[in-house]
């Protein structure tokens, strides 16, 4: 397994840095970007994450494999390939109505603790110092709009208020400010790893939309839309800024940002790409 190895000794393996970036259902495919990491025995020296990016990020960092955690997802969705009847009896289909708290007149359509229950069921872990990989939650205060970096204490908390998405989820109250989804700020957070690690790896999981033969949005597809062309705008500027040694963007297609339901259909699409990002990262360690 390659491990950063901190005595600064000639020839030590380098400390790699991942940032995995906001995107919704998208994001499932991050699964199948950590695959890759497993599979090449490397153990990343941190890790960033901004909305899914940080849900993701948690779990590994908490000492899940990929291939758990995706095992995890299989549990709790729908395939098309499932019976609903079978599914809507049991106790893992609950777990997506709990999900689903409505929170009207709160600042989101969803509270989201049901998730976040489940979430703890899975990590086992309260604060990022239990977390075997250090993590880097990002944020944004509402009222300020700063980027916030979650990186001690309470580590539910931090990911709830990344992954707050407006109008869907509540914001979080934390340290005195109101936060919400990260990825309205940073949407693939690689610049907090930088000075940290040698080698950072950044994962775009944006993902891309078609025209459809009626153009006129309906209400979601016009948040989530619109939520999605700033995030690219903010990339576009952060990207002529600096890049990371490694910026790859598997290209998911037409999943809304709800639609976790369609995880199949993710992996799917992330498939081909996996390859792809091994030839890209094994040519990097190698040049090391």
Request: charged share 20%; proline share 5%; aromatic share 8%.
């Amino acid at each position: 397994m390659i491990t950063p190895d901190d005595n600064g000794s000639e020839g030590r393996n380098p400390g790699i840095g991942v940032a995995l970036g906001a995107g919704g259902a998208n994001g499932l495919a991050h699964i199948s970007m950590l695959e890759v990491l497993d599979e090449l025995g490397i153990k990343p020296h941190c890790i960033s994450g901004s909305s899914i990016g940080a849900v993701i990020g948690a779990l590994y960092a908490s000492g899940m494999s990929a291939q758990e955690i995706r095992e995890q997802v299989d549990r709790i969705v729908i395939s098309p390939d499932d019976q609903l009847t079978e599914k809507l009896i049991s106790a893992d289909a609950f777990r997506w109505i709990k999900f689903l708290e409505i929170g009207f007149g709160k600042g989101g359509l969803i509270n989201g603790q049901g998730f976040m229950s489940y979430l703890y069921e899975i990590i086992k872990q309260d604060t990022f110092e239990s977390l075997e990989i250090p993590l880097k939650v990002i944020a944004a205060d509402l009222w300020s709009g700063d980027q916030i970096v979650l990186e001690a204490g309470e580590l539910l908390s931090a990911i709830k208020a990344s992954m707050s998405l407006p109008g869907v989820f509540e914001p979080v109250i934390l340290n005195g400010r109101a936060l919400i989804d990260g990825g309205t700020v940073n949407p693939v957070p690689y610049d907090v790893l930088n000075g940290q690690c040698d080698i950072v790896i950044a994962i775009d999981v944006l993902g891309q939309r078609t025209i459809p033969d009626e153009i006129t949005p309906g209400y979601f597809d016009t948040i989530f839309n619109s939520i999605r062309v700033m995030q690219r705008s903010i990339m576009v500027e952060k990207r002529r800024q600096s890049e990371p040694a490694i910026y790859f963007a598997p290209q998911i297609v037409d999943v809304r940002v709800i639609e976790f339901y369609r995880a199949s259909q993710v992996f799917e699409q992330a498939r081909p790409f996996k390859e792809t990002f091994k030839r890209q990262l094994t040519e990097v360690l190698s040049a090391w």
